[in-house]
């Protein structure tokens, strides 16, 4: 992922967790404060607890489990008054603006898809769209905290929101661009080096630089679609980069960017992150980010080979790693239609279960040992989106991050 602008902490436990994942040590839990009640995950979530207990209530609700009411309380009670939600407020009981806790767009989107895919909470999804429109920039993107310069990765986790909340997220809301033409702008054109992938922003000279980790956000974002997303119908085969004198279409988009992804990925069948002067390393998080984009695209062949080798690797990251990537992996599993509970002979809805409050007595729906997605209470099927990483170059997948960011990291 290009520039995610996560507190240094977080920057390096990832990057610990990616390079070396049967050594990297957990970030220790915050020794301020002890661990909220109903909070997924031990660690400090002062920079990412809406993040990742969004994505593990999402991710519980796509396979079927009901998560603990307490876990739900707690996410709602994060909620500012004026429908946004910031990455954690530590005391709920006080206003956002008298603890200064400031929302975002990425907190907030991923709270939306987790409460829609929950059901009964229409109240707080309203009023936290409500919020992500009026934080749209003119040139139809969205930026992690509002008033900021737009960039791919929020653009594409907003869209993924409001798509789960049956809006059009396509569509211009301020009078200025579309997300749509935003994405496509920022797409690298195929005779370019990175041509097909999508730029996590502009540099300040106008240069556009690929991003796997954005790519595959934006390969969502083009197509509508939110975190938990199904696979998409299979597309012709021997397609072409789209290249020409016009604006690419949504489509185009998504597709050039899933051809970048599957291009980097058919070698090793893994993604790489590195430092500078370190050795480059697998980056789980991206990788996975990036089977989910391939697979919504409807390229399930392309993204058999990073499956595989997820599920022969990712299991120990994941351990180390926490709720979020447990979440992510179920997801990945979920797109592919494979099952999250025999995922290389680890169990990841158990796993992700283990790591908070005990949920709900659920049965999963299945059908010829393959599990099915539960359904919203409203009867529609669950949307999803993807990935998040830290620098440029560095990524532990666009879901994985607290999700903030800034430019020129």
């Keep these: 992922m290009n520039v995610r602008r996560s507190a240094a902490a977080i920057a390096a436990v990832g990057v610990m967790a990616a390079a070396a994942p049967a050594t990297a040590a957990s970030p220790s839990p915050s020794p301020s404060s002890a661990r909220p009640k109903g909070l997924y995950g031990s660690t400090d979530p002062k920079y990412d607890g809406v993040w990742r207990q969004s994505l593990a209530l999402l991710a519980q609700r796509t396979v079927g489990v009901r998560p603990a009411a307490e876990a739900v309380d707690w996410l709602v009670g994060q909620q500012c008054a004026d429908g946004g939600f910031a990455t954690y407020r530590p005391d709920p009981a006080k206003s956002c603006e008298a603890t200064k806790a400031q929302a975002d767009t990425n907190s907030t989107a991923a709270?939306?898809?987790?409460?829609?895919?929950?059901?009964?909470?229409?109240?707080?999804?309203?009023?936290?769209?409500?919020?992500?429109?009026?934080?749209?920039?003119?040139?139809?993107?969205?930026?992690?905290?509002?008033?900021?310069?737009?960039?791919?990765?929020?653009?594409?986790v907003v869209v993924g929101a409001l798509a789960a909340a049956g809006e059009d997220p396509l569509q211009p809301r301020t009078g200025g661009s579309t997300p749509a033409e935003l994405l496509a702008k920022w797409s690298i054109p195929c005779d370019e080096d990175g041509g097909g992938a999508l730029a996590y922003q502009p540099d300040k000279k106008g240069r556009l630089s690929a991003n796997a980790d954005a790519t595959a956000a934006g390969v969502l974002g083009a197509l509508g679609k939110g975190f938990a997303t199904e696979a998409g119908k299979a597309p012709e085969e021997g397609y072409v980069c789209a290249n020409s004198d016009k604006p690419l279409t949504p489509p185009e988009t998504a597709r050039n960017g899933a051809a970048y992804l599957s291009d980097q990925t058919h070698d090793t069948g893994h993604l790489t992150s590195s430092l500078p002067g370190a050795k480059p390393q697998p980056d789980y998080g991206n990788t996975a980010d990036a089977v989910v984009a391939l697979a919504a695209q409807g390229w399930t062949r392309q993204a058999r080979k990073p499956y595989a080798w997820l599920e022969k690797n990712a299991a120990q990251w994941a351990k180390q790693s926490g709720p979020a990537a447990y979440a992510e992996l179920i997801l990945a599993a979920h797109a592919m239609g494979a099952d999250p509970r025999d995922f290389g002979g680890t169990d990841l809805v158990r796993a992700l279960d283990a790591t908070g409050p005990a949920p709900q007595t659920a049965k999963a729906r299945t059908t010829g040992g393959e599990t099915k997605p539960a359904k919203h209470d409203s009867g529609t099927s669950l949307w999803w989106i993807v990935g998040t990483g830290l620098v440029a170059g560095i990524g532990i997948g666009f879901l994985l991050s607290g999700r903030k960011r800034k430019q020129g990291l």
């Design 111 to 156: 709270a939306v898809q987790a409460l829609h895919a929950l059901g009964g909470h229409g109240g707080e999804v309203q009023r936290a769209v409500v919020w992500l429109k009026k934080t749209q920039n003119k040139d139809g993107g969205w930026p992690y905290a509002p008033g900021s310069p737009s960039d791919t990765n929020s653009t594409s």
